[in-house]
């Protein structure tokens, strides 16, 4: 259970008379691997793949979800333009270059510690920490695009070192997403 995020690459392949002899290929291709024969009245395909994919990336999901989607999340099938992709790659970046010299560790001040396998006083050290930041995130009044969310099994809330990996991340599926062809579109979606 959790929060599983996907983010798709389609691409409509015409096999009409009337189009490129390198569509025409493309569909004829991909009739013969898959052993499909198209209807004469509408030799088309759609092809879609998944080029990113994150698990518990809250901050990202609210971004899409508050940025596209006017802030329903209803696990619905979301557009993604280019240009929100540079936005998005963007807020990224921007948020890496203010990335704290200390970074909260991936602990919780709920989460029981295990005394024999962690050392007592690094773990209260840890704790301490994450207090002494808990005013970055939860706050009702942040304006940070990428502030994390809460949900049903969403993972942390914590501007911690998942919280930057999952930005990382991100600009990486957005460079590589930017870097297909415009014949591309894509779209996110998430489920929970």
């Not at 049903?152 to 809330?157: D, E, H």
Request: aromatic share 12%; glycine share 6%; hydrophobic share 40%.
């Amino acid at each position: 259970m959790g929060l599983d995020m996907y983010l798709r690459a389609n691409k409509y392949v015409s096999g009409w008379s009337f189009t490129s002899d390198e569509n025409k290929a493309e569909m004829s291709k991909l009739s013969e691997m898959y052993g499909i024969t198209p209807h004469e009245g509408s030799p088309s395909a759609e092809v879609s793949f998944t080029i990113g994919y994150w698990r518990k990336a809250n901050a990202i999901h609210g971004w899409f979800v508050r940025e596209l989607a006017e802030g329903r999340d209803e696990c619905q099938r979301i557009y993604v333009s280019r240009a929100n992709l540079e936005t998005l790659r963007a807020e990224c970046l921007k948020a890496l270059g203010k990335k704290p010299a200390l970074v909260v560790p991936a602990v919780s001040s709920t989460v029981a510690v295990d005394v024999e396998k962690t050392d007592p006083m690094t773990a209260i050290m840890d704790m301490m920490k994450v207090q002494a930041h808990a005013h970055e995130f939860n706050d009702e009044t942040d304006t940070d695009p990428l502030r994390p969310i809460k949900g049903f099994f969403f993972g942390g809330t914590e501007k911690d070192e998942w919280y930057y990996e999952d930005l990382k991340d991100t600009v990486k599926i957005c460079d590589e997403a930017l870097a297909m062809g415009e014949e591309w579109s894509f779209e996110y979606y998430a489920s929970w």
